[in-house]
């Protein structure tokens, strides 16, 4: 072959495998809620290493619980021209007006973990959540099933008042036990979604339920709440996860550790990687103009003792919950 074919074959192949040109690097702001929880803190990781996975540029912005921060946050990202928002709504109402400046730049918003009112379905692109009210669902089906006819005073440790996640959980929740007339919520009051929080209230349940000895179950919408139960629990002479029932949603690796130890009984996983298929969404989008549907929807998975809490566990480690 003469060299100057074999030098256009090479010149060719070339051209052929040469990356096109490269997309501009996306960069993307995350209004994080804060850390109350292993999950959260589970999540702000993955959500970094799902951004460099796709050479994204993340900025997150730790609001410490507070709506005001989220939104000072927001408008900065309006300011700095980015490319697109994530947002985790510590609250589901008052986002209308920050929302639209967003959309008033083009700049399309994502909504990470929980939701906002209904009313607000237009200000945002799509929502990486979970379904709440299942989670809840689920949770009080085991508990169902689990107590059988036996009558269970329940008490209820809630997520942070507004929450879109603290609603839905409570919702799905009373649904699923209201088929069983043996089993109710005597007591029912918000942890914050924290473990020190979960421990404080759960230690009013067990004084104002004559030493917990009224108590059949705990339920509680995250189970860092449920890890601060279960010890005000042990340090009342109570035995968690025997003489009191516990159910709980995330799935984080010390609830696995509680339920090998015989202290908890169930949870309802979670994912943490909101991120992955919100910047999936998004890079379709800006590439092909693909528009996503208005919920991606994670799975609810329950867990027991039944469920290979050792394998669970494992698979959690380094995700940094
Ligand atoms: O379950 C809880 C947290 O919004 C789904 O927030 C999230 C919840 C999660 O702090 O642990």
New binding site residues.
Partial sequence: MALKTILLGLALTTALVAPPAMAAQLTVGFSQ?GS?????AAETTVSKSEASKRTVNLKIADAQQKQENQIKAIRSFVAQGVDAIFL?PVVSTGWEAVLKEAKEAKIPVILL??DIDPSGKDLYLTAV??D?VHEGEVAGDWLAKTVGDKQCNVVELQ?TVG?S?ATNRKKGFDTAIAKHANIKIVRSQTGD?TRAKGKEVMESFIKAEGGGKTICAVYA????MMVGAIQAMKEAGLKPGKDILTVS??AVPDIFKAIMAGEANATVE?TPNMAGPALDALIAYKDKGTEPPKWIQTESKLYTAADNPQGAYDSKKGLGY
């Fill in positions: 809620i109350e929880s292993g999950w959260r985790a973990d929980r959540t979970s709440s997520g929450a996640v979604f919408h995250n189970d860092d949603i995330d979670l």
